[in-house]
C-alpha cells in the first residue's frame, strides 16, 4: 500500500525558513516523479515545485529562487526547503507522487506565516 507521510509544518515568522520532508512507503521513490503542491483557504490546491525521477525541478514563479526541492532517493525521502517564507505562503502543504498513471498524495502539513 503506497503511502506518504508529510511533516516539518508548523508556525513561522515572515523571512524565515522551514524544511518540509515526505516519506514514501510501498512505491520505489526513484521511478517517481515527485511534487510539492498547496492549498490556502478558500483556494485551489496549486503545484509548487517538482522533481523529475532524473532530478529534474521545475518551480512556479512565485517560489523560485526561495524554495528549493530535492530527494533521497535512498531515505525514500523528499524535501522542500523553504527560505524568506511570506504570510501569502500560509496553506496545507502536500506531497504528491507520479508514476505511470499512477498518482498518490499524502495527508498535508500545515504551514502558517504570519507576524
Known amino acids: 500500500q503506497v503511502q506518504l507521510v508529510e511533516s516539518g509544518g508548523g508556525l513561522v515568522q515572515p523571512g524565515e525558513s522551514l524544511a518540509l520532508s515526505c516519506a514514501a512507503y510501498?512505491?520505489?521513490?526513484?521511478?517517481?516523479?515527485m511534487a510539492w503542491y498547496r492549498q490556502a483557504p478558500g483556494k485551489q490546491r496549486e503545484l509548487v515545485a517538482e522533481?523529475?525521477?532524473?532530478?529534474?525541478?521545475n518551480y512556479v514563479d512565485f517560489v523560485k529562487g526561495r524554495f528549493d526541492i530535492s530527494r533521497d532517493n535512498a531515505k525514500s525521502t523528499v524535501y522542500l526547503h523553504m527560505n524568506d517564507l511570506k504570510p501569502e505562503d500560509t496553506a496545507v502543504y502536500y506531497c504528491?507522487?507520479?508514476?505511470?498513471?499512477?498518482?498518490?498524495w499524502g495527508q498535508g502539513t500545515q504551514v502558517t506565516v504570519s507576524s
Open positions: 504528491n507522487g507520479k508514476w505511470r498513471g499512477f498518482e498518490d
Open positions: 510501498g512505491i520505489m521513490l526513484k521511478f517517481y516523479t
Open positions: 522533481i523529475s525521477s532524473g532530478d529534474t525541478t
